[in-house]
């Protein structure tokens, strides 16, 4: 890391699903991901692979997906 560089975490795909209500699918996820790719996040926090098949499959794929940013 870079010194005197401001590093955008976001923590959307976990700690969005927390609140009742709020559960996304892994197509819904994808595109959260590359939304926040878009706008320049440089750590994207998503989700607890080992709670659901679902985090699972997400956390796999957004790395292959977010590396033509």
């Known amino acids: ?8 975490f ?3 795909l976990r ?4 609140c009742p209500g709020a559960a ?8 959260v991901a ?3 790719a878009h706008l ?3 750590i994207i926090e998503a989700g607890f692979p080992i ?3 679902g985090d699972f499959a997400a956390v796999q ?8 940013r």
């Not at 890391?1 to 955008?8: A, D, E, G, S, T």
């Not at 700690?15 to 927390?18: F, H, K, V």
């Not at 996304?24 to 595109?31: F, G, I």
């Open 1 to 8: 890391m870079k010194k005197n560089r401001v590093y955008f």
């Open 40 to 42: 320049g996040v440089d």
């Open 34 to 36: 590359r939304q926040l």
């Open 15 to 18: 700690d969005g699903e927390q």
């Open 61 to 68: 794929q957004l790395p292959a997906k977010s590396k033509g």
């Open 10 to 12: 976001d923590t959307t």
């Open 24 to 31: 996304m699918n892994l197509r819904e996820k994808m595109q």
């Open 51 to 53: 709670t659901s098949e």
